[in-house]
């Protein structure tokens, strides 16, 4: 058993610290997870990082969702650039301090002054052809992208809306209920926190997906591999707070 794997995993958020440096919401959202070897996540994560395990698994996701009303600050939405498709590719960490977090593989996003002022930040947005068909009982991600690292690397995946309320199950709080990014910034581990409100889980069932965003994220390829958790959430609002540098482990 890992030093953490005792802790309690908690759905709602802790204090965010201010000030709010950005409010968005995330709408219709996807969530697709592999079990992964831990030995192939570590490398994959900040130096100070080790991979957060659920069941004695390391875990990969694709989340499709559509970003709304993104601003900086609280409730200060940027019209037009705040409101767009994005499909990411995420491990999971903990840190020295017992800090579970996100680590972001790549990010598609539809907007190309989003991923220019992001690239700024070193956050691995990719400009991508994206597109959301919703007919309110099945809903369908998908992405091309538009320049490189690994342009042309596209994703298709759609799911079909359970009913099954998935919000207290263990592994979709620990796969959910996550509430910062670990990052590095010039060798420094860094975390930057957020909240939200609890998430609304439903079950679904995956009824398409092709992929190429795992495997270029320099994760093996899940082709041929059903996920081992499919979920989706109507939406959530959420914040985060301003970043800060976290001991690493020894």
Excluded at 43 to 49: E, I, S, V, Y
Excluded at 51 to 69: H, N, R, T
Aim: aromatic share 10%.
């Amino acid at each position: 058993m890992d030093r953490h794997s005792a802790q309690r995993l908690w759905p709602r958020p802790p204090i965010l610290p201010r000030p709010i440096l950005m409010d968005q919401r995330w709408e219709r959202v996807v969530f697709l997870h592999w079990r992964i070897p831990s030995a192939v996540v570590s490398p994959l994560l900040p130096r100070g990082c080790t991979p957060d395990k659920f069941d004695g698994s390391s875990w990969v996701g694709l989340i499709g969702f559509e970003m709304a009303g993104a601003g900086f600050g609280y409730r200060r939405p940027v019209p037009y650039f705040g409101t767009f498709p994005e499909i990411n590719v995420r491990l999971y960490s903990i840190d020295g301090e017992g800090r579970r977090g996100v680590v972001f593989r790549s990010l598609e996003a539809s907007r190309l002054a989003v991923v220019l002022g992001t690239n700024l930040a070193r956050v691995p947005y990719r400009w991508a052809s994206m597109t959301i068909d919703d007919d309110k009982s099945t809903i369908r991600y998908r992405s091309r992208r538009l320049i490189p690292p690994h342009r042309g690397a596209s994703t298709d995946f759609a799911v079909a809306r359970g009913s099954r309320d998935m919000s207290d199950d263990p592994l979709a709080q620990f796969l959910t209920a996550r509430w910062g990014l670990h990052t590095s910034v010039a060798g420094r581990l860094m975390y930057v926190p957020n909240l939200h409100s609890r998430w609304k889980l439903l079950d679904a069932e995956l009824t398409h997906f092709s992929d190429q965003l795992i495997e270029t994220a320099g994760l093996p390829s899940t082709a041929g591999r059903s996920p081992e958790s499919v979920l989706y959430s109507d939406q959530v609002t959420t914040q985060f707070g301003r970043p800060y540098a976290v001991r690493a482990f020894g």
